[in-house]
């Protein structure tokens, strides 16, 4: 099993940066994909959360109309478009892959927002 972040980087605040997460291994359209995210010195949160064939999103509050998850089936692969980027979304962005007991993760790409 193999989650494969990429995308991030450093951006100036009310930038935008499209991170990709490339799944192998399991059978990904069945299952649930998230993505995380830590800044330093915090616990690890909830950025979005898409359903296994699309039909439901959920996000945090702190993302909402700035963020967008998708995902292409066809390609194992899960997106996160952010947009509006503000100094506080500089963390660590994990991807997720959840099916009942079945709980994988991506390493992590780094998001730095800064002037």
């Known amino acids: 099993v193999q989650l494969v972040e990429s995308g991030g980087g450093l951006v100036q605040p009310g930038g935008s940066l499209r991170l990709s997460c490339a799944a192998s291994g399991f059978a990904f359209s069945s299952y649930y994909m998230s993505w995380y995210r830590q800044a330093p010195g915090k616990e690890r949160e909830l950025v979005a959360r898409i359903t296994s064939y699309g039909g439901t999103t959920n996000y945090a509050d702190s993302v909402k109309g700035r963020f967008t998850i998708s995902r292409d089936n066809a390609k194992n692969t899960v997106y996160l478009q952010m947009n509006s980027l503000k100094l506080e979304d500089t963390a660590v962005y994990y991807c997720?892959?959840?099916?009942?007991?079945?709980?994988?993760w991506g390493q992590g790409t780094q998001v730095t927002v800064s002037s």
């Open positions: 997720n892959a959840r099916r009942q007991l079945s709980d994988y």
